[in-house]
């Protein structure tokens, strides 16, 4: 597998440069890209892409990569990521006619490319929102090479003086009015990014254009929501000085009909459970961007886990969920939509967040989890739901528990997802009692 490839070349590398222990030792290492494609057999843009923190191999868990000039790396001791937060309202964002019209952009079944939700953000007049830069237009796009500029960045023990040089920087869309925004775009949901994402375009576009304010954008694509967060870093020569100015999620405007989850528990019957392995998989934010990854022609395995940045064992089993809960089937060689999937990527944000709770309620142990949670107005305990996933599926030793996170999880965002319309409202996030 992909990722396996990496960290087993990392692994060479290490065993060769001592990379582990000098790391512990809070010392920084520079490599050659040569250096990397020798040692790692691989090429070195594949062996220091790592976009999140999960991303990166077992020898750099604790480190960041960062180039320094075209052709050189620095591994620094520390964390040089970002959590992202995530917001508990959206705004809703209503297509005119003109813009539904457009039949280039998927408005149905959503961007197979960052370039199109970034086009489609633009279209929609979201950008131009969040922004609030009314003379904004698109001006930057693609690679170009950095000049130079130095920054500091934080270590456990020290501070590092990094200077950068010939760097290629890409920048997915940019737009220029009042300001410089710059936008990272991403397919899927994130929990953290690499802050060299935003930080190297960042000190690119304010040493070419020093007379305007520059800004920068992250913004994802997940199940019909554009998720955007702008940031500042002051000062500018600190690396670490990332600082969240503006977050809002948009969701362009659905007209179904919003029903309450004890309606939806109500009007569906208990099946029997699939014949499919239990999910393992307690993002279920990403059991829904695989399957539109799927749904815009992504399929097999090892295209996925690089489109969402993941691993091929997370990809499989976020598939393996999917096909659980009736979206995918399995083909010899990758995935496809079932009748269920293909009507799910066709569908707006309210049509999607029904279907899952029409799915997890007839389903045996998230039907019993959810009809305790609108009752009692809280969620049993991992042992309660460990004991109903025994009892359901033949599943001994710790695998019930393990997989109690998972339906807990999954229990937990279709609340959040319908907290607005639930009849008994539910209590705080943890868990409570055993039902």
């Given at each position: 597998m992909a990722k396996s490839q990496t960290s087993?070349?990392?692994?060479?590398?290490?065993?060769?440069?001592?990379?582990?222990?000098?790391?512990?030792?809070?010392?920084?290492?520079?490599?050659?890209?040569?250096?990397?494609?020798?040692?790692?057999?691989?090429?070195?843009?594949?062996?220091?892409?790592?976009?999140?923190?999960?991303?990166?191999?077992?020898?750099?868990?604790?480190?960041?990569?960062?180039?320094?000039?075209?052709?050189?790396?620095?591994?620094?001791?520390?964390?040089?990521y970002h959590d992202l937060i995530e917001l508990t309202s959206t705004t809703r964002w209503p297509l005119?006619?003109?813009?539904?019209?457009?039949?280039?952009?998927?408005?149905?079944?959503?961007?197979?490319?960052?370039?199109?939700?970034?086009?489609?953000?633009?279209?929609?007049?979201?950008?131009?929102?969040?922004?609030?830069?009314?003379?904004?237009?698109?001006?930057?796009?693609g690679r170009r090479r950095a000049p130079r500029f130095d920054f500091e960045f934080h270590c456990p023990a020290s501070v590092e003086q990094v200077v950068v040089e010939g760097v290629q920087v890409e920048v997915d869309s940019g737009l220029e009015g009042d300001g410089i925004h710059l936008i990272e775009g991403k397919l899927g949901s994130r929990d953290d990014f690499h802050v060299r994402q935003l930080y190297y375009p960042l000190r690119m576009w304010q040493r070419e254009v020093p007379e305007k304010k520059v800004s920068t954008v992250f913004m994802t694509w997940s199940n019909r929501r554009f998720e955007l967060r702008m940031f500042s870093f002051e000062p500018a020569n600190r690396y670490h000085a990332i600082k969240l100015v503006k977050a809002v999620d948009y969701v362009i405007e659905d007209e179904s009909e919003v029903v309450s989850l004890a309606q939806i528990l109500n009007s569906t019957e208990l099946e029997d459970l699939p014949k499919a392995p239990f999910p393992q998989a307690d993002d279920i934010r990403k059991v829904i961007d695989i399957v539109d990854a799927v749904g815009s022609g992504t399929q097999d395995r090892t295209g996925i886990a690089d489109k969402w940045n993941i691993d091929e064992r997370q990809a499989d089993y976020y598939g393996n969920a999917a096909i659980f809960l009736g979206l995918l089937l399995r083909t010899p060689r990758a995935?496809?939509?079932?009748?269920?999937?293909?009507?799910?990527?066709?569908?707006?944000?309210?049509?999607?967040?029904?279907?899952?709770?029409?799915?997890?309620?007839?389903?045996?142990?998230?039907?019993?989890?959810?009809?305790?949670?609108?009752v009692q107005s809280a969620l049993p305990d991992h042992a309660r739901v460990a004991e109903l996933i025994a009892r359901s599926t033949g599943l001994t030793g710790a695998t019930p528990l393990r997989r109690a996170s998972t339906v807990i999880a999954w229990a937990r965002w279709m609340i959040d997802a319908f907290a607005e319309h639930l009849q008994v409202p539910i209590g705080g996030q943890g868990d409570h009692g055993d039902g």
């Open positions: 087993q070349a990392w692994a060479r590398i290490g065993a060769i440069h001592h990379i582990e222990e000098r790391l512990a030792n809070g010392e920084s290492i520079s490599l050659s890209a040569q250096e990397i494609k020798e040692l790692g057999g691989r090429e070195p843009r594949l062996m220091t892409k790592f976009d999140t923190r999960a991303s990166r191999p077992p020898l750099l868990s604790s480190a960041t990569v960062l180039p320094v000039t075209n052709g050189s790396y620095v591994i620094l001791p520390g964390d040089g005119v006619k003109s813009v539904a019209a457009l039949r280039t952009l998927p408005w149905t079944t959503g961007p197979c490319s960052e370039s199109q939700a970034l086009d489609m953000a633009l279209a929609a007049g979201i950008l131009g929102d969040f922004l609030d830069d009314p003379h904004a237009r698109l001006t930057v796009r995935f496809a939509l079932s009748s269920f999937g293909s009507e799910f990527v066709r569908g707006g944000l309210t049509e999607r967040m029904i279907f899952l709770a029409r799915r997890m309620t007839s389903l045996p142990v998230f039907r019993t989890v959810l009809e305790h949670a609108v």
